[in-house]
């Protein structure tokens, strides 16, 4: 590493000046405008940590990166300490398996990631007049702190694709993985977006908002100071209820939700209402290009209504507010047919342990060829009259 950079580690965000990070993760801010990346910076990762969301207990320890120079701070990168694999949807768990069969000890490991937040975007925060030295600095500090803790690996997950590079040409593992996102081509309404549509998808597409829409009761959508208190007691019991079917625990605590309502201008949340009562709801948190979709939950089941929650409600949302793109979370082919394409995504992992590094890079190799296939193949089987590159 460049001796002139210095490299330290935090237990705690609120040891890192926001204005320092902010100003390596989301520089607009400071200029008045919203983040492009609202999932990086302090605010929303210092909500986890105060919320009890990560830190003890958990098997997420922060150990956030600074990299400095001359005492000015140059980048910032979350990352964690885990005694597990839950809550980062690229998935290790064969690794972790094969090698401790193996006689090795793959946990505790390190992840750069945001926690339980299957949304791409920048993990090496660095000022953008010092992209080259910040990343290979912490890509290099990364690497060492794992490597003299006797730390099996490190994970950087959900990065861009020139930060994998970069992570390559250090010495790190490539994964490419696929999300299905939505792109606004300049639509002026949703019935615009039906029209690029084959015919028999887009009957079928009006047809199941139709009956989304006649659940009996009214679908409103709140940001900002329309959105109470209360609407966040519903919405627990909702999340609550997904996260107990599908992790056996939720990932985020209460408190979360009430640090979350401090940051409302972020938030789109989309509720389904009988007599007045939220009985479905979804929740979006807005960047300054692109609505990303997070959670969901309900207390009655009604067909297509998750549907009508989570996708098209999100589109009629970023069609009216000029976004360009929703992402809406990990996973789902079942996107496809409602105009979400598939999108690759990137990670890059070091691997300490030869053997270990070798088996994985062979993997690696036949897993990319395979998600490139699938990601062409779907593209192909994709909703629109006349194939269009995302």
Known sequence: MDQSVEITLHSDISEISETDWNACACAE????????????????????????????????????????VEGRVIGVAPLYIKSHSQGEYVFDHGWADAFERAGGRYYPKLQCAVPFTP???????????????????????????????????????????????????????????????????????????????????????????ARAQAFGGQIVQLTGDDILPEHWDAFWTFYQDTGSRKWGRPYLTRAFFDALHEMREDVLLVLALRDGQPIAGALNIIGRDALFGRYWGCVEDHPFLHFELCYHQAVDWAIAHGLQRVEAGAQGEHKLARGYLPVPTYSAHWIGHEGLRRAIADYLEAERAAVGEDIEILTEMGPFRTHREP
């Open 29 to 68: 801010v400071a200029l008045g405008a919203r983040a492009y990346d609202p999932f990086t910076t302090h605010r929303f990762l210092a909500a986890l940590e105060i919320s009890g969301s990560v830190g003890p207990g958990t098997g997420w320890d922060a150990r956030h990166l600074v990299a400095k």
């Open 119 to 209: 949304v791409a975007g920048r993990r090496l925060l660095v000022l953008p007049d010092l992209e080259e030295m910040g990343r290979s600095a912490l890509l290099t500090g990364m690497a060492q702190i794992a490597e003299d803790a006797g730390v099996s690996s490190v994970h950087m997950t959900f990065c861009t694709q020139p930060e994998m590079t970069a992570a390559q040409d250090a010495g790190w593992l490539a994964r490419i993985g696929q999300q299905f996102h939505w792109i606004n081509r300049n639509y002026t309404s949703f019935d615009d977006f039906l029209a690029e549509l084959s015919s028999r998808k887009r009957k079928a597409l009006r047809k199941e908002r």
